[in-house]
C-alpha cells in the first residue's frame, strides 16, 4: 500500500529533468514495473544523442558538458544545447532512468526497492532523510530530494550505465503493460 507521500513523489518526478527538454521529444514512464530482480517504483524511457563526437554545451558557461549529464548544473539555464557537427546524421537511443521512493530508514534498509537497472538511476526521498541514509546509499547512485511544497531537486548526481539492447527491450515490454499518461482515455464513453 503506497502512502500519500510516495504517490506526490511519484507523481513529481514524472517531470524531472528530461535529457533532451523539448515538446518535440517523447518521454514515456510507468510505474512499478517488474525490472526482473524485482519492480522499480517509477521507469522512465526518454531520446539521447548516443554519438560519441556530439557535444551538449552551455553557451552561457561556454563550456562541453558530459553527454550522460547534459545539464550545466545550473538550476535553470536556457543556454544548453545540443550541438552536432554533422546536424542531420544524429543517433538517437533510448535511455532509461530509474526511480526508487525512500520514506524512511526502514523503508530504505529493507531489502525491497533497489532494483537499479537503468542507464540512470536515482532515489527519491524527503529532504530530511537523506541525512539518516547518505553512508548508505551505493555508489554511482543519484539522490534527488523531495521538498513539502511538492519540487524535488538534485542532490547527487548519478553514473551513467550501459544496459544492453534485450534487457532495454524487456523493461520496455514491461513498462507498456504499466504506461502512464497524463489523461487517462475514458473508455466507459465509447462502450455501447
Same mark, same amino acid.
Given at each position: 500500500? @503506497?502512502? =500519500? +507521500?510516495?504517490?506526490?513523489?511519484?507523481?513529481?518526478?514524472?517531470?524531472?529533468?528530461?535529457?533532451?527538454?523539448?515538446?518535440?521529444?517523447?518521454?514515456?514512464?510507468?510505474?512499478?514495473?517488474?525490472?526482473? %530482480?524485482?519492480?522499480?517504483? #517509477? &521507469?522512465?524511457? @526518454?531520446?539521447?544523442?548516443?554519438? &560519441?563526437?556530439?557535444?551538449? @554545451?552551455?553557451?552561457?558557461?561556454? %563550456? *562541453? &558538458?558530459?553527454?550522460?549529464?547534459?545539464?550545466?548544473?545550473?538550476?535553470?539555464?536556457?543556454?544548453?544545447?545540443?550541438?552536432? #557537427? *554533422? +546536424?542531420? $546524421?544524429? @543517433? +538517437?537511443?533510448?535511455?532509461?532512468?530509474?526511480?526508487?521512493?525512500?520514506? %524512511?530508514?526502514?523503508?530504505?534498509?529493507?531489502?525491497?526497492?533497489?532494483?537499479?537497472?537503468?542507464?540512470?538511476?536515482?532515489?527519491?526521498?524527503?529532504?530530511? +532523510?537523506?541525512?539518516?541514509? *547518505?553512508?548508505?546509499?551505493? $555508489?554511482?547512485?543519484?539522490?534527488?530530494?523531495?521538498?513539502?511544497?511538492? %519540487?524535488?531537486?538534485?542532490?547527487? =548526481?548519478? $553514473?551513467?550505465?550501459? &544496459?544492453?539492447? =534485450?534487457?532495454?527491450?524487456?523493461y520496455l515490454f514491461n513498462a507498456l503493460k504499466k504506461w502512464c499518461d497524463l489523461t487517462p482515455f475514458n473508455y466507459e464513453k465509447y462502450v455501447y
Amino acid at each position: 500500500m @503506497e502512502t =500519500e +507521500l510516495t504517490k506526490k513523489m511519484k507523481i513529481a518526478v514524472r517531470s524531472y529533468k528530461p535529457i533532451m527538454s523539448s515538446n518535440m521529444r517523447t518521454i514515456r514512464w510507468a510505474e512499478e514495473v517488474n525490472v526482473g %530482480t524485482g519492480y522499480v517504483d #517509477s &521507469i522512465r524511457f @526518454e531520446h539521447y544523442v548516443k554519438n &560519441i563526437d556530439d557535444v551538449y @554545451e552551455c553557451r552561457k558557461k561556454n %563550456t *562541453k &558538458i558530459d553527454i550522460s549529464k547534459p545539464l550545466c548544473g545550473r538550476k535553470s539555464c536556457n543556454g544548453c544545447v545540443y550541438k552536432s #557537427s *554533422k +546536424l542531420h $546524421e544524429r @543517433e +538517437l537511443g533510448i535511455m532509461a532512468t530509474c526511480f526508487e521512493m525512500k520514506i %524512511t530508514k526502514s523503508d530504505f534498509k529493507s531489502k525491497n526497492g533497489h532494483n537499479f537497472v537503468g542507464n540512470r538511476n536515482y532515489y527519491v526521498m524527503p529532504k530530511n +532523510l537523506y541525512p539518516k541514509v *547518505k553512508d548508505l546509499i551505493e $555508489e554511482g547512485v543519484g539522490v534527488i530530494l523531495y521538498y513539502d511544497n511538492g %519540487t524535488l531537486r538534485l542532490k547527487k =548526481e548519478c $553514473e551513467f550505465r550501459e &544496459i544492453s539492447q =534485450e534487457n532495454l527491450s524487456v523493461y520496455l515490454f514491461n513498462a507498456l503493460k504499466k504506461w502512464c499518461d497524463l489523461t487517462p482515455f475514458n473508455y466507459e464513453k465509447y462502450v455501447y
